[in-house]
């Protein structure tokens, strides 16, 4: 490198006085960029200046100096009128083409960053001078960063930490910024960053952070993008449903025509996918029945008429397990016509209307075939006490909501005196008429309880 010159010293001092005068005289104007220049490393830079005068001048002298922080100035070249002067160590690295006054270099190294100082003379009948200072940075441009995850394998939610580091292998003042689906992140309660950006931290990990995420090296020259990554995470299950191929989904009753079969499908959200499981509760007893989403229910292999179905899913990475269940009712042949008169209802309320019948007229039948032998029930028909009727009553007390076939369920005893007690307000004669003369609905539902003495009445 050039030594400290007496010359050098000479100029500045030089330069520091023409400071002045500049202030003085404005008949010379000199343009520099107030900006600082960024310039690649290898590639040339212009450093473009501007001058103007409108006095009469003979000589032109144009000298470009390089400053060394903190005092030291370095003389690149200098010229006067078109002839240049460079300073032999430098010779080819600087180009001048008076009477323009900016300065090419030719390829930037890193050691070229610094400031630049013009000095423009012009001389006639007296002589002013104009100086300017341009700031120039080199910089190398970055390559297209790698984002590495650790772990690299997956986190499962709410347990582990994700960190992702970005790292670029070329670049000089690289500033980095993360993204999740293009989108900056700022720091938060979730996302933290190393000093210098190039590592995210994200903790706790929920599943919302799922997303693709990249990071952006930039510096003043250049700016490249990372590929997208995903970093993986374990979570669920989440939102356990039970839906059929009948297309709706469905509460937690199902109703089933008799001879139909029906496919359960069992779905939930996880990662990795749940492993499904379906298990069978009747009788006051479970059987697990198969492993899969889909479990197909046959009217005719449904032993009751109400069975349970519970669907387990389980994710052996969180190792979290949900449970959901359907109740699967078989609605005899009778029942099914008699929903479809009662059309003013919504079909979801007809359906748990009988649901809720049917549930209560077998409760009620157990109990009856428990305590009650029926040959006691035929004998008593004529003299029934009242207090069965109370009973009776109580216990399908809430079915006075389906007034219409609730009455029917008990009319096993057709005593209008009894009828007219559940049927509130309506005139007991006519409701008993009414009653018979619907065979098909509900009385065969009924039958279905005394099977030693009605069986075969149709
Ligand atoms: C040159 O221009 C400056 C202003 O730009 C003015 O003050 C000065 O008088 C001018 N001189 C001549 C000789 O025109
Ligand atoms: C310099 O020359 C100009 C004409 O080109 C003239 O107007 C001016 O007075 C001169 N200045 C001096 C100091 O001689
Ligand atoms: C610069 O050019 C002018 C005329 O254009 C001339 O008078 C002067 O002598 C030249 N100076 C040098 C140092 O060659
Ligand atoms: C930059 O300059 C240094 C010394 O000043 C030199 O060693 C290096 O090779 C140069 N680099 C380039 C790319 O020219
Ligand atoms: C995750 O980060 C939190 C806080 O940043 C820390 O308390 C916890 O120990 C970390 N967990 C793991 C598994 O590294
Ligand atoms: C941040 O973490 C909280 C729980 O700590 C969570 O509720 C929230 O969804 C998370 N946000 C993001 C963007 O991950
Ligand atoms: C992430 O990118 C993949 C493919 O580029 C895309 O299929 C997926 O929907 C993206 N995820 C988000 C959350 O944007
Ligand atoms: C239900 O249990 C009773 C005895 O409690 C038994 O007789 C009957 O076979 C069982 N039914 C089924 C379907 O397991
Ligand atoms: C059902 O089984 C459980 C235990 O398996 C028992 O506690 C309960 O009393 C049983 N219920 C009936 C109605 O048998
Ligand atoms: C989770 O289950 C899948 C199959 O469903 C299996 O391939 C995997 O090894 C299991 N992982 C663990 C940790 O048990």
Not at 96 to 111: G, M, Q, W
Not at 285 to 311: D, F, M, N
Not at 373 to 395: C, F, G, N, S, W
């Amino acid at each position: 490198m050039l030594s400290w010159s007496p010359l050098a010293l000479h100029f500045n001092l030089q330069l520091k006085i023409s400071a002045l005068l500049l202030g003085i005289s404005s008949a010379l104007k000199l343009t520099v960029p107030s900006h600082t220049l960024h310039g690649t490393e290898g590639q040339p830079l212009n450093l473009p200046v501007d001058y103007n005068f409108n006095i009469t001048v003979s000589d032109i002298q144009i000298i470009w100096l390089f400053e060394k922080p903190p005092t030291i100035h370095i003389f690149l070249l200098s010229a006067v009128n078109q002839s240049v002067v460079p300073d032999l160590e430098y010779m080819h690295r600087f180009t001048l083409s008076p009477p323009s006054a900016s300065l090419l270099i030719k390829h930037l190294n890193r050691s070229d960053e610094g400031t630049y100082i013009v000095k423009i003379n012009v001389h006639g009948n007296r002589t002013i001078s104009a100086s300017g200072r341009i700031r120039v940075t080199v910089d190398v441009p970055v390559t297209k960063p790698l984002i590495y995850t650790e772990p690299p394998f997956g986190v499962v939610e709410k347990r582990g930490n994700i960190t992702l580091k970005c790292a670029v292998e070329k670049g000089t003042r690289i500033v980095y910024q993360w993204m999740k689906n293009g989108n900056p992140i700022e720091a938060s309660a979730n996302y933290s960053f190393s000093v210098n950006k190039d590592t995210l931290s994200i903790a706790p990990v929920v599943k919302e952070a799922i997303g693709n995420y990249s990071c952006l090296a930039a510096n003043p020259v250049s700016a490249m993008e990372s590929d997208t990554i995903m970093p993986t995470i374990y979570y669920g299950p989440y939102g356990l449903t039970i839906n059929t191929d009948k297309g709706q989904k469905v509460g937690r009753v199902f109703t089933l025509d008799k001879g139909e079969a029906v496919r359960l499908y069992c779905s939930a959200d996880s990662n990795p996918p749940n492993i499904y499981s379906w298990i069978r509760k009747a009788n006051n007893s479970t059987h697990p029945i198969k492993y899969g989403r889909s479990l197909e229910v046959a009217s005719e292999k449904v032993t009751q008429k109400t069975e349970e179905y519970t669907c387990s899913a389980y994710n052996n990475m969180t190792e979290n397990q949900a449970e959901t269940h359907i109740i699967v009712i078989i609605i005899p042949k009778g029942l099914e016509h008699f929903i479809q008169k009662g059309k003013y209802l919504s079909p979801l309320a007809v359906i748990t209307g009988i649901s809720l019948f049917l549930i209560v007229s077998i409760c009620l039948l157990i109990l009856w075939k428990r305590f009650q032998p029926h040959k006691v029930i035929q004998q008593k028909l004529q003299i029934r006490p009242e207090a069965d009727y109370r009973k009776a009553q109580t216990i399908s007390g809430h079915e006075n909501a389906l007034d219409d076939f609730g009455i029917y369920e008990f009319v096993a005893f057709p005593d209008p005196a009894g009828i007219s007690l559940v049927s509130s307000r309506s005139v007991s004669g006519s409701d008993v008429i009414q009653g018979q003369d619907r065979p098909g609905t509900i009385y065969e539902v009924v039958r279905h309880i005394p099977e030693q003495h009605q069986e075969h009445q149709e």
